[in-house]
Structures are given as C-alpha cells and as structure tokens.
C-alpha cells in the first residue's frame, strides 16, 4: 500500500472510476458496519476468535470504501489528484494497530482483535 500510494504520486497517476466502482464501495460502506456489528455479536455469544477476526475484515472492507470514496470526491470535487492516495494511506492509522492486536491475540490463543469494540 505505501509503495503503490508513494508510487501514485511521485508519477502523478490520478485514480480512475466508474460508476459501477463507486456504486459497489457505497454499498460495501452501508452494508459492511452493520454486518461486522452482528458478527462481533455472535462471535461474543460463541466465544469465536474467528468470527471475531472475519468481523474484523467487515470493518477492513468498510474503512476501504469510505477511504476510496473519499479520495474519489476530493479528486473529483476540488481536484485533487494525490486525494486516493492519502486517503490509502489514512488507512495504515487504523489497520496497523488493528494487525498488532490481531497477531498477540493469535499468539496467545484469544484471537485479540476488536475485543474493545
């Protein structure tokens, strides 16, 4: 993701779209927090790392849309050619932190992830 996003703009490589892309990702961004919320709930009822950890993924999906989204429409909206790969980048802020919590919790057998929310 670094190398693509720095690649983008050291080559002034605009992001392109198209309206079936922009139709899935606003979906993915309406469908995706509330299919991650129910999985955390089922995942607590169950005691499942791993619905816990695909619950994750959900929120992942969701971050993505919202960030792709973004960076469309500051490109579009004010021109901002370099907007996409921000926004990409933006993501590392939470996914991150997210991975690290993701592997201790792996590596002590509790699965770790997105207990707290």
Aim: aromatic fraction near 6%; proline fraction near 3%; charged fraction near 10%.
């Amino acid at each position: 993701m670094v190398l693509s996003a720095g690649a983008a703009v050291a080559l002034h490589s605009e992001a392109e779209s198209s309206p079936i892309g922009i139709g899935l990702a606003v979906l993915a961004l309406g469908i995706m927090p509330f299919l991650a919320w129910r999985k955390r709930q089922i995942a607590a009822r169950l005691g499942s790392a791993a619905l816990r950890g695909d619950a994750a993924c959900s929120v992942t999906c969701a971050y993505m849309a919202a960030a792709l989204l973004i960076g469309l429409g500051l490109n579009a909206g004010l021109g901002w050619w370099w907007a996409d790969s921000l926004a990409a980048l933006s993501l590392l802020y939470w996914l991150i932190p997210e991975t690290r919590a993701a592997l201790a919790g792996a590596r002590s057998g509790q699965g770790g992830c997105c207990q707290g929310e």
